[in-house]
C-alpha cells in the first residue's frame, strides 16, 4: 500500500519561505510523477505543480510561477516544495500525490491521481 506524508508546513509571514517535504512508502516511487495542490476553505483543489519522475521537469500553475519550485530526491523518496514569496492568497492544505504521467499539457486533474497523503497546512499572515 503506496502512503504519503507532507510535512514542512506552517504559520509564515507574508514575503517568507516555507519548504514543504512529501515521503513516499512506496518501492515504485521513482516510476511516478509527483504533483503537489492545495485547498483553500470554500474552494476547489487546485494543481500547484508537478515533478517528472526523473527530476527533469516540472510545470506549475501560472499562480505560483517564478516564486515556488518542485524537486525531488528518488534515492530518499522524498519530493519538495520549496515556496518563496508567499503571499496570503497561498495559504491552503497543501496535498502532494501520485500519477503515472504529467505533461505540459495536462498535470492539474485531481481524477489523474492515484495516491494523496493527507496534507499539511499553510497559513501566510498579511
Known amino acids: 500500500q503506496v502512503q504519503l506524508e507532507e510535512s514542512g508546513g506552517g504559520l509564515v509571514q507574508a514575503g517568507g519561505s516555507l519548504r514543504l517535504t512529501c515521503t513516499a512508502s512506496?518501492?515504485?516511487?521513482?516510476?511516478?510523477?509527483l504533483g503537489w495542490f492545495r485547498q483553500a476553505p470554500g474552494k476547489e483543489r487546485e494543481g500547484v505543480a508537478c515533478?517528472?519522475?526523473?527530476?527533469?521537469?516540472?510545470y506549475y500553475a501560472d499562480s505560483v510561477k517564478g516564486r515556488f519550485t518542485g524537486s525531488r530526491d528518488n534515492a530518499k523518496n522524498t519530493a519538495y516544495l520549496q515556496m518563496n514569496s508567499l503571499k496570503p492568497e497561498d495559504t491552503a492544505v497543501y496535498y502532494c500525490?501520485?500519477?503515472?504521467?504529467?505533461?505540459?499539457?495536462?498535470?492539474?486533474?485531481?481524477?489523474?491521481?492515484?495516491?494523496w497523503g493527507q496534507g499539511t497546512q499553510v497559513t501566510v499572515s498579511s
Open positions: 512506496t518501492l515504485s516511487f521513482s516510476s511516478y510523477h
Open positions: 515533478v517528472s519522475s526523473s527530476d527533469t521537469s516540472t
Open positions: 500525490a501520485l500519477v503515472l504521467y504529467c505533461s505540459a499539457h495536462g498535470w492539474s486533474r485531481r481524477e489523474d491521481y492515484n495516491y
